[in-house]
């Protein structure tokens, strides 16, 4: 259901994007305009006792309206008799209207605590205007947008503004779902109100002009089941604000990588790592890919089996996932910039070596700095897990190469001692997916070709883009993993050292039975439980590893 419905609607219809926009109040440019007898006041008009849509005190804990027609609700109100008496009277004054103001257009439904707050600061002089009560009434729609993704169990919400108008966007499964549209000078607002009202960050005021993060406060996002929600926010190339919120989940009991998606033979060759006292395993992917959750489990699950009897920290900018059996410190940054943020993980390092940790991890090797402190942990004797950005498990040591840490460190078994990769996609709905013999006509020909080149054709099911009762658009709210690990020794690194990526990928396939992501990808559409198409999409073409078996010239 959505959190912003149409009053005339049943409450389980959903609305088309071009209908959610005639239902957005007005903006803060245009309520000064028409209110000219108060032009910076916003007004709680439920609030108001001698006010034609006042509420009683009962009334008054589920439901708020304001004067520029947006009625608050909780989930629960409708079914609240004194509410639904109330709404039936401002329905009636609607109907009566005659062409003037009617009393409400929009309902949001937020969490008890926002009607309470948007009450709280229509009491408080110094917050009724513009500047107070507009604020939190953004509050509560950011609040309310925010636990609609969290019940579409969607990983991130975007907030893109256009010249002529502005959207919301979820991306659920790793689909982006074009949600809710609004005018444009609403959207920069809502931006600019998330940004310096809801958030927790380092540069503390919104600007508009520069690219800036943080991360909702708590308060916002308690019983949400979000561990919290990341921000990230900037000028596009136009000068208009960009706004992206990731939601982190919480963990809740750690699993298997098995269950995750890994195959037994890939979670076996991780947890052999663990019979090192030293090292380092890099667990990479695009943003998105899981590399968090995937760790986050893996350590989390191997705290839990041995009783807790390693002392696990982890350094994070800033920690994501809370994980069990770990100690988790935050980067302190001291200032803004890459100069600041590498002197505040290398401080952090530092700091992180005197607690005596029997495991590291890294967090994201983003900066050379990192890299560096990773390398130096593993070399004092710490079993150090970290996470890099790169498209397969052979680029892991090109982008260290990159980054500038030497040869002679890259090509030693013994300090790195394993790379993986993986890729997350949407798993396919069992009752609404079709076979490859009853869905192949609507393939492109270039797909339909490579299934039947490289694929098991009578076993390969495809995604039902209409879906059922049981899942979104023919595929379940669960990603399941494509993954790749590779475990070093000295020849493979040698093939690195002497002649490259993909020849060290080559002698891996074929000298030491290395199962690609593009062959796990191959084995899961095989099994019936991914569509090759999203596969394409988010990890390689079916053909992906056929230069690996060819002429190595």
């Avoid at 890459?338 to 090797?365: H, K, S, V």
Wanted: glycine share 6%; net charge negative.
């Amino acid at each position: 259901m959505n959190t912003l419905v149409d009053a005339g609607l049943n409450a389980s219809e959903t609305l088309d994007l071009p209908e959610l926009d005639r239902l957005v109040p007005e903006t803060p440019e245009a309520l000064t305009q028409n209110q000219t007898d108060a032009p910076d006041r916003l007004v709680l008009v439920s609030a108001i006792d001698d006010h034609d849509y006042h509420a009683v005190p009962a009334v008054r804990a589920k439901a708020a309206l304001t004067d520029d027609g947006v009625l608050y609700l909780t989930e629960d109100a409708r079914s609240d008799m004194l509410v639904r008496s109330y709404i039936a009277s401002l329905d009636r004054r609607k109907a009566l209207s005659e062409g003037k103001i009617a009393p409400y257009h929009t309902v949001y439904e937020v969490p008890y605590s926002e009607i309470q707050r948007l009450y709280t600061a229509a009491a408080d002089p110094t917050a009724t205007g513009l500047a107070g009560l507009r604020r939190t009434a953004e509050e509560s729609y950011a609040i309310s947008m925010i636990s609609e993704a969290a019940k579409e169990q969607a990983s991130d919400i975007f907030i893109e503004v256009y010249p002529d108008s502005a959207e919301i966007h979820y991306r659920i499964v790793g689909d982006i779902e074009r949600r809710f549209s609004m005018k444009p000078e609403r959207a920069k607002q809502l931006v600019r109100t998330i940004y310096d009202s809801m958030s927790e960050a380092t540069d503390p005021h919104y600007d508009p002009t520069r690219d800036q993060s943080g991360r909702i406060a708590k308060r916002h996002t308690s019983g949400l089941g979000l561990h919290q929600v990341r921000v990230s926010t900037g000028p596009t190339d136009e000068e208009r604000p960009f706004m992206a919120l990731r939601l982190h989940y919480d963990l809740g009991e750690p699993r298997s990588l098995v269950k995750l998606g890994f195959s037994q033979a890939q979670n076996d060759a991780i947890n052999d790592v663990t019979a090192h006292a030293s090292g380092i395993a890099l667990f990479s992917g695009p943003t998105g890919s899981g590399k968090s959750t995937s760790l986050a489990n893996f350590i989390g699950l191997r705290q839990k089996l041995d009783g807790c009897r390693r002392k696990v920290i982890a350094l994070e900018d800033p920690p994501e996932i809370p994980i069990y059996g770990v100690v988790q410190k935050a980067v302190l940054r001291k200032g803004l910039g890459r100069e600041a943020e590498g002197q505040a993980w290398i401080a952090g390092f530092e700091t992180l070596m005197r607690w005596n940790p029997d495991w590291i991890i890294a967090g994201e090797l983003r900066l050379r700095e990192t890299m560096d402190a990773a390398l130096k942990s593993a070399l004092t004797n710490h079993l150090t897990w970290g996470m890099l950005h790169a498209s397969s498990a052979t680029l892991v040591p090109t982008r260290l190469q990159e980054a500038g840490i030497e040869m002679g460190y890259l090509s030693d078994p013994e300090i790195f001692r394993l790379f993986a990769n993986q890729s997350l996609v949407p798993q396919l709905c069992p009752h609404c997916s079709v076979s490859f013999t009853k869905g192949q006509s609507g393939l492109a020909e270039g797909l339909e070709r490579r299934i039947k080149a490289h694929c098991t054709a009578d076993t390969v099911r495809l995604r039902n883009y209409s879906g059922c009762d049981h899942c979104y658009r023919g595929v379940l709210r669960v990603r399941t993993i494509c993954a790749e690990v590779m475990t070093t020794d000295h020849a493979l690194l040698s093939k690195f050292r002497h002649e490259g990526a993909q020849a060290m990928r080559r002698f891996w396939v074929r000298e030491r039975g290395g199962i690609t992501k593009a062959a796990h990808m191959i084995e899961k559409i095989n099994q019936g439980l991914i569509d090759p198409a999203d596969a394409e999409r988010i990890v390689s073409p079916l053909d992906a590893d056929a230069h690996l078996w060819g002429d190595s010239t």
